[in-house]
């Protein structure tokens, strides 16, 4: 049975940082692309980054410049790393397969950029 569990939000001021990471348990971690995604009041969910299974990274616009994917087989973890966040970051962020391929989504973590 899939479980994605996403840690590491929080809440920090405008042009501050926060390091997202998604467990993984029960997938062949290796071979899947994994994405973040986020959702924010009002708004469908979106996907902000992606990562191959070789490790070839996509970034939406909004964030190109200010957040990393990054990903490590042997802990079948996928980080986020979030620089110079904005208030317009603030959403829960989830983790799935890119593209999504797990219907459970997880509990997601909340990042509150405000000062």
């Known amino acids: 049975q899939v479980q994605l569990v996403e840690s590491g939000g929080g809440l920090v001021q405008p042009g501050g940082s926060l390091r997202l990471s998604c467990a993984a348990s029960g997938m062949i971690f290796s071979i899947n692309p994994m994405g973040w995604y986020r959702q924010a009041p009002g708004k469908q969910r979106e996907l902000v980054a992606g990562i191959s299974s070789g490790a070839n990274t996509k970034y939406a616009d909004s964030v190109k410049g200010r957040f990393t994917i990054s990903r490590d087989n042997a802990k079948k973890t996928v980080y986020l790393q979030m620089n110079s966040l904005k208030p317009e970051d603030t959403a829960v962020y989830y983790c799935?397969?890119?593209?999504?391929?797990?219907?459970?989504w997880g509990q997601g973590t909340q990042v509150t950029v405000s000062s």
């Open positions: 799935n397969t890119d593209p999504p391929r797990f219907s459970r």
